[in-house]
């Protein structure tokens, strides 16, 4: 997923017609997941793709379950990992020689992030013990805002644009969840909520399955948010500049560029306004099981 640059290459292929080449094709070539990698250069004058097999060789593929597996790194595991290793190294940076005043536009910028998850997430979302939370709610919004951050960026990608990566991230919060409910309640006392006080006897077998189900929405609901909203932008971003591609025509570029790069600057938001999303509902999420009431 790179916007701007590589949209025009993806308007440019489009345009030659064909199946294999047409508009959707083309365009969810370039935001889907694979083993390829688009980087500057080649006969195109856009870029040129790296195969991902052919660098890193063939790691481990089998069947697990008779599920079939290739442990071989894709695009989005490699943006997992450049989004680690520069949150990784930004949290080194901003905590270097650290005192009671933060110093330097860097180390201000993290703390007042950090305390905005701490203040107005975690505690208004969990309340007394949301220090337990802290930690999580802290690293998975970091984490995040790296990624969607990351894919701005020409020629490199948004991992949270991968359906598989926001699936976990989900379930890395629901498995919480759980944890603080039963944590607050006890194990036997928080399965004991799934049905409020005072619902007669004979509602049971219709408000269990409700309540067993809406404990899968939530997490549901986390994949789809996050992964919608990052693959949607960049969708956009690419069918406004194959516009001039499909029309045939350079009168409407400049228009197709300013409402791309419009889009662009808004991408810069919504990667920061997904991470909050993701984190405060996480965290009323937590709230909500840690206080039954």
């Not at 080194?92 to 005192?99: D, E, F, Q, S, Y």
């Given at each position: 997923m790179t916007p701007l640059v590589l949209a025009a290459e993806a308007g440019a292929e489009a345009a030659h017609g064909g199946a294999e080449h047409g508009p959707a094709a083309v365009i969810m070539h370039h935001v889907s997941d694979g083993y390829h990698w688009e980087v500057p250069?080649?006969?195109?004058?856009?870029?040129?793709?790296?195969?991902?097999?052919?660098?890193?060789?063939?790691?481990?593929?089998?069947?697990?379950?008779?599920?079939?597996?290739?442990?071989?790194?894709?695009?989005?595991?490699?943006?997992?990992?450049?989004?680690?290793?520069?949150?990784?190294?930004?949290?080194?940076?901003?905590?270097?020689?650290?005192?009671?005043?933060?110093?330097?536009?860097?180390?201000?910028?993290?703390?007042?992030?950090?305390?905005?998850?701490?203040?107005?997430?975690?505690?208004?979302?969990?309340?007394?013990?949301?220090?337990?939370?802290?930690?999580?709610?802290?690293?998975?919004?970091?984490?995040?805002?790296?990624?969607?951050?990351?894919?701005?960026?020409?020629?490199?990608?948004?991992?949270?644009?991968?359906?598989?990566?926001?699936?976990?991230?989900?379930?890395?919060?629901?498995?919480?969840?759980?944890?603080?409910?039963?944590?607050?309640?006890?194990?036997?006392?928080?399965?004991?909520?799934?049905?409020?006080?005072?619902?007669?006897?004979?509602?049971y077998p219709i408000m269990i399955p409700v309540e067993v189900l809406g404990l899968f929405t939530k997490p549901f609901a986390l994949t789809v948010r996050l992964f919608a909203n990052m693959v949607a932008g960049h969708i956009v971003i690419f069918f406004l500049l194959a516009l001039i591609f499909f029309l045939h025509s350079y009168a409407v570029a400049p228009l197709s560029v300013a409402f791309a790069f419009g889009i662009f600057l808004l991408e810069i938001f919504v990667a920061l306004l997904q991470a909050y999303i993701f984190t405060m509902l996480s965290g009323l999420f937590i709230g909500m099981a840690s206080h039954g009431h």
């Open positions: 250069g080649g006969a195109s004058g856009f870029s040129q793709t790296i195969d991902l097999r052919g660098l890193f060789g063939q790691w481990w593929k089998g069947e697990v379950l008779g599920i079939p597996v290739d442990l071989t790194p894709t695009k989005s595991v490699l943006m997992l990992w450049l989004g680690a290793v520069v949150l990784l190294a930004v949290a080194l940076w901003a905590v270097r020689g650290r005192g009671a005043v933060p110093k330097g536009r860097l180390q201000n910028v993290v703390e007042a992030l950090f305390l905005f998850v701490r203040d107005e997430i975690a505690v208004k979302n969990i309340g007394h013990h949301s220090e337990r939370y802290l930690p999580y709610l802290a690293t998975a919004f970091f984490f995040i805002l790296s990624m969607n951050l990351l894919g701005i960026i020409p020629y490199l990608g948004s991992a949270t644009g991968n359906v598989n990566v926001t699936v976990v991230l989900a379930l890395c919060t629901f498995v919480l969840t759980q944890v603080a409910g039963m944590r607050a309640h006890g194990v036997v006392g928080y399965w004991k909520q799934l049905v409020p006080h005072g619902v007669p006897v004979w509602l």
